[in-house]
């Protein structure tokens, strides 16, 4: 059984819907045989990312930023996971009002730390809200959840 685990802090409508995106456009390929699971920060505990073979992570962008919910989910599983989970294929979904250049350094520099491997470059979805974005995180996904079924990552 092959996991996707999707790590995405949606505190506000338009995040929800991005979440909402991620999980219509992976639900087809969910069967005996792969997962998609998708969780707040503040639910997912070590043994999820233990257990995942690709993991997707969202944040708004807060302060220039990642979330503090997602900040958290790193200070509790960065130990657990560092020496089990080198090259896990990652990716990253950024929704910024700004820029979210500050929210992409934070999470290449953890990220890096972990050692796990950028399989798709971090979407950011930045200035006023499109609904464009919810088709780029359902092309995001749909792309990990693919490439992972089929053994590409």
């Known amino acids: 059984m092959k996991t996707l685990l999707v790590v995405f802090h949606a505190p506000s409508d338009n995040t929800q819907k991005m979440t909402q995106a991620i999980a219509d456009a992976t639900c087809d390929y969910q069967g005996d045989d792969f997962q998609v699971i998708i969780k707040s920060p503040f639910e997912t505990q ?16 807060n302060l220039a930023y990642m979330s503090g919910a997602l900040k958290d989910f790193f200070d509790r599983i ?29 999470l290449e520099t953890i990220l890096t730390g972990l050692k796990w491997r950028w399989v798709q470059a971090p979407l950011i979805c930045k200035g006023p809200w499109q609904d464009a974005f919810l088709a780029q995180c359902a092309e ?14």
């Open 46 to 61: 070590p043994q999820d990312v233990l257990e995942c073979d690709a993991i997707i992570l969202g944040t708004p962008e």
């Open 78 to 106: 960065y130990y657990p996971c560092l020496e089990v989970k080198q090259g896990l294929p990652v990716a990253c979904i950024i929704r910024a009002g700004q820029d979210g250049t500050g929210t992409q350094r934070a």
């Open 140 to 153: 995001l996904s749909e792309g990990m959840a693919s490439a992972l079924q089929q053994g590409i990552i």
